[in-house]
């Protein structure tokens, strides 16, 4: 399977910045789309910024004007700038990817194992 590996989290204080990165490997076709998500515990799974291949990007409304998604299709990567940190922030974050492993076969989405970032007040 397509593995997809996080790196970057970890422990920072309220108004400071983390880069997520998010690298795919394996045998695969293309990726479409990727994103990045994050689930506090209890609580639902939910979008942060995702963007397409063509670099078209959307946002949660409430990392919109601090969070910043970019891509490196070379690479195969997906980043997550995260600038102006605020506690509410403080998740596990998962990286997405939505992927052909074979040309004009249905997509499949593949999941990193997530990484914990946590924004202290």
């Known amino acids: 399977q397509v593995q997809l590996v996080e790196s970057g989290g970890g422990l920072v204080q309220a108004g400071g910045s983390l880069r997520l990165s998010c690298a795919a490997s394996g045998t695969f076709f293309s990726i479409n789309a990727m994103g990045w998500y994050r689930q506090v515990l209890g609580k639902q799974r939910e979008l942060v910024a995702t963007?397409?291949?063509?670099?078209?990007?959307n946002y949660a409304d409430s990392v919109k004007g601090r969070f910043n998604i970019s891509r490196d299709n070379a690479k195969n990567t997906v980043y997550l700038q995260m600038n102006s940190l605020k506690p509410e922030d403080t998740a596990v974050y998962y990286c997405?990817?939505?992927?052909?492993?074979?040309?004009?076969?249905?997509?499949?989405?593949?999941w990193g194992q997530g990484t914990q970032v946590t924004v202290s007040s």
């Open positions: 963007i397409t291949s063509g670099g078209s990007t």
């Open positions: 997405n990817a939505a992927v052909e492993k074979l040309q004009a076969l249905p997509e499949k989405d593949y």
